[in-house]
C-alpha cells in the first residue's frame, strides 16, 4: 500500500511538472525570445502616417528630436512622403519604415497609386484615387494588384537612397484577406524587411482580432507562426478621449491591461493647423498624440511601471539579421 502511494504521488509530480513545463512554454513571449527579461511590458511606439501630411512630418520630426519616440513609417503614395524620406536620409540609422497604403480615407484630400495604374486598376475608385475603405480594396483589387503596388512603394523608397527599418500596414489592409496576408509575409522575408506579423497562437490575442472582423483562420495562425523574422506579441492604438488627460487616462489604462511580451501602439501625431483641419475630423485626436510623449507624466508611468521602450531597428539586431 505504502509502495502505491509512493508511486501515486510519484505520478502525481510527474504529470504537476509536465503541466509546469506546458505552462512555462506558453508564458514564453516573443520579447523573451529576443532577449528581453521574462515578465516584461515591452512597447515599440510607433507614429503611424508620416508623409500624409506636413503636419505629420512636423510632429514625428519634433518626437525624433526631443528622442522622446523614435520609430515611425511613411505613407509612400501621399504628397508628402518624399520630404520625410529625404530627411530620415540624414539621420544615424533610423527607425522609419513604410507604411503599405492601399488606401485614400479622407473625403477631400486623396490620393492614387504609386504604380503604373494600368497594372492596378482594381485599386483606384470612380474618382480615380484609392478607395476609401479596406472593404472595397479586397473587393475590388486581387492579391496580385496589391502585391504590385506593394512593391513599387517599398521600391520607390529604396531608389530614393533609403532602405526602410520595417513594413506596416495602413488601416489594416494587408490583413483584410488571407491571399493579402500571404503577399504582406511574403514580401517582408523577401527583402528581409520586418513586417508587424502579430503572434496569434494566443487564443486570446486571435480572438480579440477575429472580434474586430479580420479573417483569422487556423490557416492564418499558421502562416504566421511559419514566418522566419520576427513577431510581435500584441498590437494595439493608443486610445481616443474626450480630453487630453481623458486621453492620457486611457493610455494608462491600455498598459496595464497589456500582458508581457512585445506590443506596437501606434498612433497618428501631427502639429495643429487650420490645414489639418480641412483633412480630417480626428485633428484634435492627433494633436493630442504629438504631445503624449513629450509629457513627463507619460515617461514617468513608464519608468514607474518598469515598461521597456524599443524600436524596430533594436528588435532586428536581437533577432540577428
Partial sequence: MKMKKNLLFLSALAVAAILTACSSDKKITNAEKLG???????ILLHCDDGGMCNEANIAIRNYFEKGDIQSA??????????????????????????HLTLTSE??????GPVSDTSKVPGLIDPEGKMWHDVPDVIIHASAEEAETEVRAQINKVLAMGYAPS????????????????????????EYNIPANAIDLSDPAIAENFKQQGYPITPEVVELLNQYSLPRLDNFSSVPDGNSYENKRENFFKLLNSLNPGIT???????????????ITDSWQQRVWDAQLFSDPVVKSFFKDNDIIITTWKEIMKRHGK
Avoid at 528581453?36 to 515591452?42: C, E, H, I, T, Y
Avoid at 506596437?264 to 480641412?278: A, Y
Wanted: proline content about 5%.
Fill in 166 to 189: 520595417h513594413i506596416d500596414t495602413h488601416m489594416g489592409t494587408m490583413y483584410g484577406s488571407i491571399d493579402y496576408i500571404k503577399v504582406f509575409l511574403k514580401i517582408a522575408q
Fill in 36 to 42: 528581453f527579461s521574462a515578465g516584461k511590458k515591452v
Fill in 264 to 278: 506596437e501602439i501606434i498612433f497618428h501625431p501631427s502639429v495643429e493647423t487650420d490645414n489639418l483641419k480641412t
Fill in 106 to 111: 479622407w473625403k477631400d484630400y486623396r490620393w
Fill in 73 to 98: 513609417a511613411v505613407m509612400v503614395p501621399c504628397p508628402y512622403s518624399g520630404d520625410l524620406v529625404e530627411w530620415a536620409k540624414t539621420l544615424d540609422s533610423p527607425d522609419i519604415g513604410v
